[in-house]
């Protein structure tokens, strides 16, 4: 049962093949077997799942319900969910339960997708493999001694070992496609402005978007279907009508235009990866897609300027964490000033205090023009050379990231090394454009994932040519041992 997706759980659910609450039941039972080696999920919410469930069992048998009426998902924990416990993966935040929903969980539940919980994440979202959450490390399931990816590696790691068969994400920097590169699965980072971010904790709010990470190419359309919407609450939400994704699916990729950036496949990249990479781009070939070499001249700027921009915003987002109104409060405070020091220092963990730094010191006024502003201008260098790109191509390819999962503690004193591995995704968020992964090969047994970034609100067109790869090809349908 684990194996089937979305679309054929659909099917199974309308045609009586099994209820909602027996697949609701079937994942919680997977999740109690598996979390405790994967340690993917914060929270289990099973009593609102079967109730739930249950009725989503009455809207199918009285033939109301769309694609996702009934299927069990996850949200990863930067979600805002009613009454449940949000943490966002940080101590400030263990004992937050929000009195309302965000905008991404509202619209899931509204189409009958089933909560079963809440995924494991880096601290405030920030990091490459997990290892800052408060809670705790995420396995990868393909080899538990190594990491899953993050941001969003509890959402990615579940997907991988199907305790559900989606979960919820957010993509800053890469954290949707770096772990879902990791764990063999697939994963989309919509255009900024696709999906509301309201409710959605910020990291930084000029790169956070939320999106799906699913089994296939296909999932992922059925859920971003669901997710995307135009909502005033988020000031930054674009309004603009949300296209039919899976009518498009099935198009031919037969002339379409796939750039191939050169700067993509310069040193540091993985022979193995290179080699699944180039696999896959042949077999679009005798698809009879184009290949087309580009250039993304100003990609080498993009993680220099990210590690500016972003933190310069986080450290503005995360002032409101103060011990005042919500989150952690340190014990007998001798004065207000006390209070906000002993606070934040006790629920932040070391990353989110880097981050902060760093930050603060690129927004305060003697650096604010040498930092800053630059950074700016870098941006618009680097969105430049997409826009000047996609007047050549319809979808641009390469590599998700350049090496496959690396073991735990491996980039953990250098926190250089770590935002490296956002090389190839960063410039997508600085650019605003949607980038998706899909796994396309295994390198001694770890799953690598392949990059289709595409035009600004053209997620149909990586997802059509994702879901025609994924039709001549198994990659996606391979899974870690020891599931069943
Ligand atoms: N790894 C990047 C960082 O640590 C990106 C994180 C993200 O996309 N949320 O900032």
Not at 25 to 31: P, S
Not at 141 to 170: E, K, L, Y
Not at 262 to 273: M, Q, R
Not at 291 to 306: E, G, T, W
Request: glycine content about 10%; aromatic content about 8%.
């Amino acid at each position: 049962m684990y194996k089937l997706s979305i679309a054929e759980l659909g099917e199974g659910l309308r045609s009586k093949a099994f209820s909602s609450r027996e697949l609701t039941e079937y994942f919680l039972r997977r999740i109690a077997a598996l979390n405790p080696l994967y340690n993917a999920l914060i929270t289990v919410t099973e009593n609102s799942a079967l109730a739930a469930a249950t009725h989503a069992d009455k809207q199918l048998s009285s033939g109301i319900g769309g694609d996702l009426c009934g299927i069990p998902v996850l949200h990863k924990d930067i979600f805002c969910t009613q009454g449940v416990r949000t943490s966002c993966g940080s101590k400030m935040l263990d004992s937050f339960v929000p009195p309302y929903n965000a905008a991404v969980v509202e619209n899931l539940a509204s189409a009958g997708a089933i909560m079963l919980g809440k995924t494991n994440m880096d601290e405030f979202a920030m990091g490459s493999s997990n290892e800052t959450s408060f809670y705790g490390p995420v396995k990868n399931p393909w080899d538990i001694s190594r990491v899953p990816g993050g941001s969003s590696g509890g959402s990615a790691a579940a997907v991988a070992s199907r305790m559900a068969p989606a979960a919820t994400a957010t993509d800053t920097g890469g954290s949707i496609r770096q772990p879902a590169a990791l764990c063999g699965v697939s994963g989309l980072k919509p255009t900024y402005g696709r999906i509301s971010r309201w409710g959605m904790i910020a990291f930084a709010s000029s790169l956070d978007q939320a999106g799906p990470i699913a089994g296939s190419a296909e999932d992922c359309a059925i859920l971003l279907q669901a997710m995307a919407s135009y909502d005033p609450r988020d000031s930054t939400s674009v309004e603009r009508s949300v296209p039919n994704y899976r009518a498009t699916l099935n198009n031919s990729v037969a002339g379409v235009k796939i750039g191939i950036p050169k700067e993509y496949f310069l040193s540091g990249l993985n022979p193995g990866v290179e080699a699944a990479v180039m696999s896959s781009l042949s077999t679009l070939r005798d698809l009879g897609a184009e290949l087309i070499d580009i250039s993304l001249p100003n990609s080498h700027l993009s993680v220099p300027a990210y590690y500016v921009i972003a933190p310069a915003e986080a450290s503005a987002n995360l002032s409101r964490f103060d011990g005042v109104r919500y989150g952690h409060r340190c014990a007998d405070p001798e004065d207000l000033e006390d209070m906000y020091r002993r606070s934040r220092a006790e629920g932040f963990g070391e990353e989110v205090q880097r981050r902060i730094l760093i930050g603060s010191y690129c927004l305060s006024a003697g650096y604010y023009d040498a930092y800053y502003r630059k950074a700016q201008q870098v941006r618009q260098l680097i969105r430049q050379d997409f826009v000047e790109a996609f007047t050549q191509v319809d979808v641009i390819m390469g590599p998700t990231c350049p090496s496959p999962a690396f073991k735990f503690g491996a980039k953990g004193d250098d926190p250089v090394a770590m935002y490296l591995e956002d090389i190839y995704t960063i410039a997508t968020n600085l650019a605003g454009l949607p980038g998706m992964s899909i796994p396309c090969g295994l390198v001694e047994g770890n799953p690598v994932g392949l990059q289709l970034i595409g035009n600004y609100f053209d997620e149909a067109s990586i997802l059509n040519v994702a879901h025609q790869l994924q039709r001549v090809s198994n990659w996606h349908t391979q899974h870690p041992e020891g599931l069943d």
